[in-house]
Structure formats: structure tokens, C-alpha cells
Nanobody, 122 residues
């Protein structure tokens, strides 16, 4: 199983970025997909998740109304559209997959992609 995250970069506060995660080696349409982030010196933090069918979506309170998660099961991909970015959104963002329902607990996710770094300048 491989999860390949991309789309990170440097952006000014108030700007936008779109992260993508391409999955292979798994039955993508059977997996809950999620994004987590980790800022330097902090614990990994849940950001957003989407159910296998895409019918249920979950967000951390800190990103609700600013971030949008979506998936394309035909393309084995999940995206995270990030708008109105704030300096506190600076972190390495990773996508993760689990073959069960939603949980914000990172330990419960079976597969992880490498992080893509998002830096938001003030």
C-alpha cells in the first residue's frame, strides 16, 4: 500500500493550498481516508476525514469552515482544500487510511503517506 501526498508549500496568511493524496495497493473505495498534521514539537492532530463512500465527512473544530475534504474513488485520490490559511496551520500534513469507520485517533489508521509541508507566513 502506498499513499503519496503532495501539494504543500509556502503561502501567506489568508491564502489557499490544495493537498492531494494518491493511493495504490488497496481497495480504495473500502477505506476511510483522513488527513492529520503535526507541527514541530507537537502531537499529531486530526484534521479531516471522509468515509469510504464519501457520504460522511468530519472536521476538527480548528479547520471547520476553512478546509474541505473530498475523494474520487475512480481515481483513488483524496484531496484537502485549505482556504483562509493561518500561521497556526503550519505543519506537515499526512494522509491516512483505515478499512473501518471514522475515528480521529491516529493510532487506528493502518496506512500512512509521507508528510507534505505546509508553511503559512504571517
Amino acid at each position: 500500500v502506498q499513499l503519496q501526498a503532495s501539494g504543500g508549500g509556502l503561502v501567506q496568511a489568508g491564502g489557499s493550498l490544495r493537498l492531494s493524496c494518491a493511493a495504490s495497493g488497496l481497495t480504495f473505495g473500502s477505506y476511510t481516508m483522513a488527513w492529520f498534521r503535526r507541527a514541530p514539537g507537537t502531537e499529531r492532530e486530526f484534521v479531516a476525514a471522509i468515509s469510504a463512500s464519501g457520504g460522511s465527512i468530519y472536521y476538527a473544530d480548528s479547520v471547520k469552515g476553512r478546509f474541505t475534504i473530498s475523494r474520487d474513488n475512480a481515481k483513488n485520490a483524496v484531496t484537502l482544500q485549505m482556504n483562509s490559511l493561518k500561521p497556526e496551520d503550519t505543519a506537515a500534513y499526512s494522509c491516512a487510511a483505515r478499512p473501518y469507520g471514522y475515528t480521529p485517533d491516529a493510532v487506528q489508521y493502518n496506512y500512512w503517506g509521507q508528510g507534505t509541508l505546509v508553511t503559512v507566513s504571517s
